[in-house]
Nanobody, 127 residues
Framework: LQLVESGGGLVQPGGSLRLSCVAS????????IGWFRQAPGKEREGISC????????HYADSVKARFTITRDNGKNTVYLQMNSLKDEDTAVYYC?????????????????????WGQGTQVTVSS
């Protein structure tokens, strides 16, 4: 399974971006997907995840109500819609795939649970 992120860039505070995570080599139907970010000098943060069916999602408090994770298994793609962006959202954003199942929980935001990672896409929020 290979993952490729896209959609990053430079945006002003208050603006929006939509990140995409496209998978190849295997169907995403079998994987929960997480979005993570890492800013310079900071630890990697699990900001959102979505279960393999798309029925369950979780968000970190830092992005709740501003970011939305969705998936289109027919396109083997997961999206992260980011609205009301702030300076502190500046980071490299990664998507990752987890083959494990979590009955009731759906997915996790723990990076150690994820087996496959993309190369990352830079998001810079600045005026």
């Amino acid at each position: 399974l290979q993952l490729v992120e896209s959609g990053g860039g430079l945006v002003q505070p208050g603006g929006s971006l939509r990140l995409s995570c496209v998978a190849s080599g295997w169907s995403l139907n079998y994987f929960g997907i997480g979005w993570f970010r890492q800013a310079p000098g900071k630890e990697r943060e699990g900001i959102s995840c979505i279960s393999n069916t798309g029925e369950i999602t979780h968000y970190a408090d830092s992005v709740k109500a501003r970011f939305t994770i969705t998936r289109d298994n027919g396109k083997n793609t997961v999206y992260l819609q980011m609205n009301s962006l702030k300076d502190e959202d500046t980071a490299v954003y990664y998507c990752a795939a987890d083959a494990a199942t979590y009955p009731g929980l759906g997915c996790t935001r723990e990076s150690s649970d994820y087996n496959y990672w993309g190369q990352g896409t830079q998001v810079t929020v600045s005026s």
